[in-house]
């Protein structure tokens, strides 16, 4: 397993290129994150100035996991919900350059996130998953149960359609 750091990420040229190049990898290999392939760099970009943005500001919190000075993984924890869900968060764009799959580094970003989340009083973790090539088994493993499957739910990112998989999981005080 190869060694790498975790840390938050913030709206910096060199992290939003990293983030941006990550991203269009991501969508080219099938990764279902919201875009359509072909993904132009500047799209991908822009979405993570408006994310990092949104970092800043308390919104959520964007995780990069680096080897050496590369960005390998991201993860986004979304903290800003409606008023009656203070006591959760969401899970997001969780990617991996490929080159690095299998190798821990999800994992270890799930946990930083579901630690961060702890640490800011949250007892709920939900996410969503596409049923073709998402990351159900990782989910899984990690605890995560499986509320239901909405078919049909988004185009993939080369065309045809793709449900998405619910997941949620207690944490915190109440996970016990």
Same mark, same amino acid.
């Given at each position: 397993?190869? !060694?790498? $750091?975790?840390?938050? =990420? ?26 359509? @392939? ?7 970009? /822009?979405?993570?100035?408006? !994310? =990092? ?6 919104? +959520? $919190?964007?995780? #990069?996991?680096?080897? !050496? ?30 080159? &690095? +799959? ?13 630690? =961060? /989340? ?7 973790? $939900? ?6 090539? #998402?990351? /159900?088994?990782? &989910? ?6 499986? !509320?239901?499957?909405?078919?049909? &739910?988004?185009?993939?990112? @080369? ?7 619910? &997941? ?9």
């Amino acid at each position: 397993m190869p !060694s790498f $750091v975790i840390r938050p =990420l913030q709206n910096l040229p060199q992290i939003r290129n990293a983030l941006g190049e990550l991203l269009v990898e991501t969508v080219a290999n099938g990764g279902s994150v919201s875009f359509m @392939h072909p993904l132009p760099l500047e799209d991908a970009r /822009a979405f993570w100035n408006d !994310s =990092l943005g949104a970092a800043a500001l308390g919104e +959520r $919190v964007v995780l #990069g996991a680096f080897d !050496s000075d590369d960005l390998i993984a991201t993860v986004t924890l979304l903290l800003k919900l409606p008023p009656n869900q203070p006591h959760r968060a969401e899970i997001a764009k969780m990617m991996t350059r490929v080159a &690095y +799959r299998k190798r821990g580094v999800a994992t270890a970003l799930l946990q930083a996130a579901e630690r =961060l /989340a702890v640490d800011r009083g949250r007892t709920l973790l $939900v996410l969503d998953t596409a049923v073709d090539d #998402g990351a /159900a088994p990782l &989910y899984e493993r990690l605890g995560f149960q499986l !509320s239901g499957i909405i078919p049909d &739910y988004a185009l993939k990112p @080369h065309g045809g359609l793709t449900g998405t998989m619910i &997941y949620w999981k207690r944490i915190g005080a109440v996970a016990a």
